[in-house]
């Protein structure tokens, strides 16, 4: 292996309709066929994207904002959520009627019922409202949370817990992540198990969390439907999702050639 691509999900390998193009399979196939080798790297669960990497080929992966790597199906880091710290935020959350949702690597639990914001955020990724279990931060390993609140709430917890970091990926819900967790050194840690080198590494995004992977990696791509901050530490825009922008951005940067 030389050459090592990362694809986050939402936004980049999905369009907005969370639809995967036949454009972008058979371009992802193509890298493979060509010997770059291709993982993905998303704020997901690796439960919530079984089928896409079934679709893809795709073996390895850098989950929950690189919480938990998986290198040719084999687990290679893994960083948990702090329990004694996880429970303090989730009693704050309770204190403030903000409900929160637990992910380990197989499933998520809510835990509140019948909570709007949880169920309109997890709509917006077309997936189901979760089974119902307050506890499940004690009886799992737990490598990423949401908490669901809106705009300036999140300010409260952001100067209160120093043990996370909270990224806003929905006008009602937040990633919670260990404090310095990230896709960056979840790629750092899937690279070292492949014996690969930053420098050959390319990472295409669009989101508030792929800013330090594609600030970090040889060649970083931004969406053409990106937030700002992820353009501005890019080395190349891309079109638009829609406009086929993941696929033409593998052919500007050579990384496919025509």
């Not at 995967?20 to 058979?26: G, N, Q, R, V």
């Not at 679709?55 to 904002?65: A, H």
């Not at 409900?99 to 509140?112: C, G, H, I, R, T």
């Amino acid at each position: 292996m030389g050459k090592i691509a990362f694809f986050d999900i939402d936004g980049t390998l999905l369009n907005h309709n969370k639809k995967l193009p036949e454009s972008t399979i058979k371009a992802v196939k193509e890298l493979q066929k060509q010997g770059v080798y291709c993982a993905i790297a998303t704020g997901r669960a690796p439960f919530m994207y079984e089928e896409l990497r079934e679709t893809l080929g795709i073996n390895s992966y850098v989950s929950f904002n690189g919480q938990y790597v998986v290198f040719e199906g084999n687990p290679v880091y893994k960083n948990p959520l702090s329990k004694d710290d996880l429970e303090k935020l989730y009693m704050d959350a309770e204190e403030n009627n903000h409900p929160m949702v637990f992910m380990n690597q197989d499933e998520m639990k809510a835990s509140d019922r019948e909570q709007m914001y949880i169920k309109e955020s997890l709509a917006s990724l077309h997936f189901e409202y979760p089974a119902i279990d307050a506890a499940f931060y004690n009886d799992s390993e737990i490598y990423q949370s949401l908490l669901f609140c809106e705009g300036d709430e999140l300010k409260y917890y952001e100067s209160k817990y120093d043990a996370f970091d909270f990224i806003r990926w929905h006008p009602y819900s937040c990633d919670v992540l260990p404090k310095g967790g990230s896709k960056a050194e979840g790629i750092k840690q899937l690279i070292d198990a492949a014996g690969l080198n930053i420098e050959d590494t390319y990472a295409f995004g669009d989101g508030l969390n792929d800013i330090e992977m594609i600030r970090e990696v040889g060649t970083g791509v931004a969406m053409g439907n990106a937030v700002d901050e992820t353009k501005a530490v890019s080395d190349h825009i891309t079109a638009d999702v829609d406009e086929d922008g993941l696929v033409k951005a593998i052919y500007d940067i050579n990384l496919l050639s025509k």
